[in-house]
């Protein structure tokens, strides 16, 4: 029932479903099969015992708990319509498998028989009556599942036709609660906001003070606004880092879709901490300036809670049901929600599909997805290009060379930057130093770093920088900043730490910053030495973007030092990267960012770690695609016949360990006093989760394992679902250290 007490009508909710699902299908020319499959959905609760327990369950809002997916499953097979059984199978517990999608006819053919003639017998002669249109007008089976067509594509569509239903399904059960009209928002005004995007640009450049680097930004950004003009397809951003390239992106983005009729742009990045730079970015070019009016650019990732927010305030509003499926004409999201929503099974993730038909989508950062399974993701951007009218724009500073998989192998993409040999050998801002001779301790390299009045170092693990860390606060003296910055530390904790560490160098006071991966890739720093542990050359590459980075240091250009730490660690994968990387970069060799060795390197790389050999994990999940086994590519093959047990190692997961979320005390008063607020609120008998969000800026990432032995678990605290709460130390240096593990143990 809605809040005035009317209820919804079987009939009313079957085409009301159906016609959203018409509309949300179009963009991919799939309209009739998407409204068939709304109005057969729910036929099943027309049967006279699913009504009669509906009333049964009705004051008490419980479950009516009786089978109503079958009817729409076994019509749908009477008509040969196999995509519509699994979208109308998995509409609540989300899409599965053949097996189970053959479970809902009946174990035996006198099961089938007796669900025939049955309650299903009866449930058609009611909706003959009240529904006729399912009989009358079933559509044709799209050319897309002709026999011997590509299965992965028709599997990526039975992907996007459950994403209509199921976004459909919600949109219209909603809009009956609050007897309002289904929510959709606009679809991306792109000459509009491209205009306005101009001019916010233009002045931001007025008021900047010139740089170094600007003219090879505005090379960038007018290469870039050129080639979106040309025909839909897969495009490649190669730039030197420091080019702008955000911003070059959402430029061609916007031009490209005001070209072709783009409905959105939807832009993914590696990690959270640029993710939420570039939303603000984006904002402060594209939202309007009127607070009261509809908001242009969603931010959305994995780590941000939709709870209920506060109905009175329209934007938050807006926000927490566009985040739900995308309903927003410009999207910033992480590369894990996109291609976890892409792969994976459940309503949740697929809703928001469909909505990326007919969009440009820019991945940032292209360069940090998992090898492992690089093959399936380029196959979903084949399939996406080809099939669902998606421009790519793959960009990154060390462009990974994913056009030697075999998916987008015969697939033509083009170059923004025509030339990037020629503006990386121009733009080249730093010299490198190979520290090769002997193997320097983390307290060696700490020590020659305070030689120079400013400097960044990067290591290779969490514990890695707390020791550099307090090596550097050993060794220093008075007047020197030593700083420090990994995922041990929460959000809040980092910010604060980014913001002092710009303004000491902007004031050119000495300071020496400490830090894991996560400061390379979109952070923008400008440090005149950097010091960075063995790693990979993309890795490598992305640290010298952080030095000299404004090119201000004169013919000199900045250093960047390159060490193997004696008692550092790395991560697992680093080994076999490390030793392929040896035949291209060093001493006498190619310099890390250095685009014809790299060219050489990715390739390499693929082949020796085997990415797209039999048995690995990319050709495991598309085997199980090629089967429509959605199940086991979200959560991983059954181990053994007969039993449910399932390896998760060979899922599609862009993050394999199991994590689990902790807030963390964070000495600072007023955090302390939000901190203690919300948790009282969460604990409470009636939870309130708008305090999740209030708390993430003090979550940390804890591998689950980890949060589940015994010296850790006991300093752990339930609040609400998986989250916990540390009761252990929270240094205001460093961060939550987790002693007695010696590796790494935080994300």
């Known amino acids: 029932m809605n809040k005035i007490g009317l209820r919804h009508r079987l009939e009313d909710h079957l085409r009301g479903t159906a016609e959203l699902a018409r509309r949300f299908a179009a963009p991919f020319l799939f309209s009739e099969l998407a409204w068939w499959t709304g109005l057969v959905h729910d036929g099943g609760k027309a049967w006279c015992a699913w009504q009669d327990k509906l009333l049964l369950v009705e004051p008490t809002n419980g479950r009516v708990g009786l089978d109503h997916k ?9 008509f040969g319509l196999r995509p519509v059984e699994w979208a109308v199978a998995g509409h609540h517990g989300g899409l599965t498998c053949e097996d189970e999608v053959d479970d809902l006819f009946g174990r035996s053919d006198a ?22 249109e399912i009989f009358e007008r079933p559509p044709m089976l799209p050319a897309d599942f002709a026999p011997g067509a590509d299965r992965l594509r028709q599997e990526f ?7 209509c239903l199921v976004d459909a399904d919600v949109l219209d059960t909603q809009a009956h609660r609050e007897s309002v009209e289904p929510r959709i928002g606009r679809d991306l005004d792109a000459p509009g906001l491209l205009k306005r995007f101009l001019e916010r640009r233009a002045k931001y450049l007025r008021k900047r003070m010139p740089g170094a680097l600007d003219g090879w930004r505005e090379e960038v950004f007018a290469a870039a606004l050129r080639v ?11 730039a030197p880092t420091g080019t702008a390239k955000t911003i070059a992106a959402a430029g061609f983005a916007l031009k490209h879709a005001a070209k072709y009729g783009k409905r959105r742009v939807i832009v993914a990045v590696p990690f959270i901490t640029i993710t939420e730079q570039n939303a603000v970015v984006y904002q402060r070019l594209l939202d309007p300036e009127d607070m009261a009016a509809e908001r242009v650019v969603l931010e959305h990732h994995s780590q941000v809670e939709m709870g209920d927010e506060d109905q009175s305030n329209s934007h938050h509003s807006w926000r927490r049901l566009a ?4 309903d927003a004409p410009f999207v910033v999201t992480t590369t894990v929600q996109l291609f976890e929503s892409l792969f994976g099974r459940t ?14 989508l820019v991945l940032d950062e292209v360069q940090a997805m998992p090898h492992r399974l690089l093959s399936q993701i380029a196959d979903a951007l084949r399939i996406l290009s080809e099939r669902f009218g998606v421009t790519v724009l793959l960009s990154s500073a060390t462009q990974p060379e994913l056009r030697e998989l075999n998916p ?4 033509r993409s083009t170059e923004i930057v025509s030339n990037p040999k020629a503006m990386f050998d121009a733009c080249r801002r730093v010299r490198y130093e190979w520290r090769h001779s002997r193997r320097l301790t983390l307290a060696d390299v700490a020590a020659e770093a305070l030689a120079h009045p400013q400097a960044l170092l990067v290591v290779n693990t969490v514990r890695d920088a707390r020791n550099m860390f307090l090596a550097l606060r050993r060794l220093a003296g008075d007047g020197v900043t030593i700083l420090h910055l990994s995922t041990a530390m929460c959000p809040a904790h980092r910010r604060k730490v980014l913001d002092t560490v710009r303004r000491l160098l902007e004031a050119g006071d000495r300071v020496l910053l400490a830090s894991t991966s996560l400061v390379e890739a979109g952070v923008d720093l400008d440090f005149p030495v950097a010091f960075r542990a063995i790693s990979p050359p993309e890795s490598m590459a992305q640290v010298a973007g952080r030095c000299n980075r404004e090119g201000n240091l004169g013919d000199q250009g900045g250093l960047v030092v390159i060490f193997d730490p004696a008692d550092g660690g790395q991560p697992r994968s680093y080994k076999t990267q490390i030793e392929v990387a040896q035949e291209y970069f060093g001493p006498g060799k190619a310099k890390p960012e250095d685009i014809t060795a790299l060219r050489k390197y990715f390739p390499e790389l693929y082949r020796t770690l085997g990415i797209e050999d039999l048995g690995s994990v990319a050709k495991t999940i598309e085997k199980n695609r090629s089967r429509w086994d959605f199940r086991a590519v979200a959560d991983g093959p059954v181990t053994q016949a007969g039993t449910t047990k399932r390896n998760r190692e060979l899922a599609f997961r862009m993050i394999i360990d199991d994590t689990v979320p902790a807030v963390v005390p964070y000495p600072d008063p007023i955090a302390m006093q939000t901190i203690k607020q919300c948790l009282d609120r969460l604990r409470s008998p009636q939870a309130d989760m708008k305090a999740i969000r209030l708390l993430q800026p003090y979550i940390i990432t804890l591998r ?15 609040v609400v679902g998986d989250l916990l709460e540390w009761r252990g130390d929270y240094d205001d240096g460093y961060g939550v250290v987790l002693e007695p593990r010696t590796d790494d143990f935080i994300l």
Not at 111 to 125: M, N, Q, T
């Open 408 to 411: 987008l192998r015969d697939l």
């Open 704 to 718: 689950r394992d980890t949060a589940q032995e015994r010296a850790v678990f006991h300093q752990l605290d339930p």
């Open 70 to 78: 079958s009817f729409g499953v076994q019509l749908a097979r009477q």
């Open 323 to 326: 985040a739900e499926n995308w």
């Open 157 to 163: 569509l039975v992907r996007f036709l459950f994403s």
């Open 111 to 132: 099961d089938e028989a007796r669900l025939r003639s049955g309650p299903w017998a009866d449930v058609e002669r009611r909706l003959r009556l009240a529904v006729p």
């Open 347 to 360: 309503q949740s993730q697929a809703r928001k599909l469909h909505r990326i038909a007919n969009s440009v």
């Open 228 to 238: 979106a003009e040309q025909e839909p397809g897969i495009f490649r951003l190669t």
